[in-house]
């Protein structure tokens, strides 16, 4: 193999620099490679994940803005065909609503539609999910799936309604996800499996990113993602406001403010690096930017912020464990 390859390498180049074997075809050190390319191609291309909704049915018990966004995600992605959703709600308006923007049936008979479906997804408020679980659990088996994103209801609250076992995956989302940017945590009940998780992963990521946390964690990803949109609104309330206490127009202080806060999320995001590192650059020794991160220092500015997101998590356990 070694004397083919040198005696390749002497042969002269034809026009424009290109080599060529007598007789055509490839030099055997270009072939030999191209096979082990080939060889490990298993291990260099990482296979995509199997579409696990394929052959699934699912009903959405409650279309709100959040149980309105996942169904638009996954039928804009394709994860599932529009002939597979099945939506209910107890406001027949809601339901005309999202029957005429997504092409999908609705009902207003959970138990109808859960006995249709592979997939439940409980998008209703925490104060009402007993009765439905209550209204569906005689017609839940064993083989179906249920994602909750029913903010401080546990997997341990729904299996015990519902009185046997089944597969229950919670998630905490967050509003993004009305705009394809969410950050949701999920976390999987006692009875699901690998599969299971996947399904709602699945789900989730056509909204957003999902991160799979213990279901004890998911208190601290409530105070934080969940609840976290509101803390980035209230600082651009404020900048806002102090844009309009200097005359400057509201038009043009929400297009600054929007950038500049959608610009700093950006370099976070995409170079890599720190925030104390990007805070770093962007203040000067005696600059405006210094003089007013010290006024947030003397004020206990990070501290207060720390503090408030730790009294959401533990607001979030009390609700919780009732």
């Known amino acids: 193999m070694e004397q083919n390859d040198e005696k390749w390498m002497k042969e002269k180049r034809r026009k424009g620099g290109e080599r060529r074997r ?96 592979n997939v439940i997804v409980l998008a209703v408020k925490p104060q009402v999910i007993g009765r439905v679980l209550s209204e569906i659990k005689d017609v839940v088996t064993g083989d179906k799936v249920i994602i909750s994103i029913a903010a401080g209801i546990t ?37 699901a499996g690998e599969q299971e998780e996947a399904i709602a992963e699945q789900m989730m990521r056509r909204v957003g990113i999902v991160v799979k946390v213990p279901e004890e964690m998911l208190d601290a990803v409530t105070a934080l993602s969940g609840s976290g949109p509101a803390y980035i609104f209230y600082i651009i309330e404020s900048l806002i406001e102090a844009g309009m206490e200097m005359r400057l127009s509201e038009d043009d202080v929400r297009k600054l403010v929007g950038q500049t806060v959608l610009g700093a999320v950006r370099m ?55």
């Not at 089944?166 to 967050?174: I, L, T």
């Not at 405006?288 to 501290?303: C, D, H, N």
């Open 155 to 191: 997997t341990g609250f729904i299996e015990k309604a519902l009185g046997k076992e089944v597969s229950v995956v919670r998630v905490m989302p967050n509003t993004p996800a009305l705009v394809k940017t969410g950050a949701s945590g999920l976390s999987p009940g006692k009875y």
């Open 268 to 322: 976070v995001m995409d170079t890599g690096e720190s925030p104390q590192v990007l805070r770093a650059r962007v203040t000067s020794p005696g600059g405006t930017t210094e003089a007013a991160l010290k006024y947030l220092e003397k004020k206990g500015f990070q501290k207060i912020l720390i503090t408030a997101v730790k009294e959401a998590a533990i607001r979030s356990k009390e609700l919780s464990t009732g």
């Open 22 to 117: 007598p007789g055509g075809g490839r030099p055997p050190f270009v072939e030999r490679r191209k096979g082990e390319r080939r060889k490990n191609s298993s291990a260099m291309v990482p296979k995509e994940k199997k579409n696990l909704w394929k052959e699934k049915r699912v009903v959405f018990i409650g279309c709100g803005n959040m149980g309105s966004a996942l169904i638009s995600g996954i039928l804009e992605s394709g994860l599932i065909s529009k002939d597979k959703v099945l939506v209910t709600d107890i406001r027949p308006k809601r339901l005309e609503y999202i029957r005429e923007k997504e092409g999908v049936s609705t009902t207003e008979d959970n138990r109808e539609a859960v006995e249709k479906s």
